[in-house]
């Protein structure tokens, strides 16, 4: 049977708002952090009865994992408002776009490592669109994800938690070195669903013979 976790998710717009609705339709507890809990992005996701609202430490002092997706300029400023993190589980969902990101870093998820207490940090949900994770179903076919990072138990858990947002699977692609690549595959996507003319509307699957 499938673990049921209570997941802070700090960034309530589109990629944290198609998460937050999947995963608690799928029963697990939602806890949104944010800055004020009586005005943010997203109050239509409390009409779900696994999803409450909190300030971002209080919020991650309620939960087992940190799904980050905030703007990714502001990466270290997130990851230092989360309070103790330790023995928690962080899912970086950021990119560093056209060069936007935090000061010194290639990587998001470099920039939380350095700056929360938890060891258990994975980039995963980064390198496709919100639209694909309302619904990553095309035709008879769900498609894929990606993960990475050194951490065994975040990278399983962000695994179960792909399928249970309806992904097929998600693929381990290796540990915090790679990183970066995650992102650069994130910009192929963004690539070439906004500047090839491609639309949102597509999605990646590995097939295997």
Known sequence: MNMKYKIAIIGTGNVGGALATQWANNGHEI????????????????????????????????SEVILLSTPAPIAVEVAQSLGDTTGKIIIDTMNIVMGRGPQGYNNTSDAILDHTQSRDVVKCFNTTG????????????????????DSEKGKSTAMQLAKDAGFAACYSIG??????????????????????GQGREIGFKLLKR
């Open 130 to 149: 919100a639209n694909n994770m309302q619904n990553p179903v095309y035709g008879d076919t769900a498609i894929d994800l990606f993960v990475a990072g």
């Open 31 to 62: 806890n949104l952090g944010v800055r004020d809990v009586n005005n943010f992005k997203g109050k239509a996701l409390l009409s779900n009865p696994n999803t409450h609202v909190f300030t971002i430490e209080e919020a991650v002092k309620q």
């Open 175 to 196: 540990g915090n070195d790679k990183f970066e690549l995650m992102e650069q595959f994130a910009w192929f996507w963004i690539n070439l669903a906004m500047f090839q």
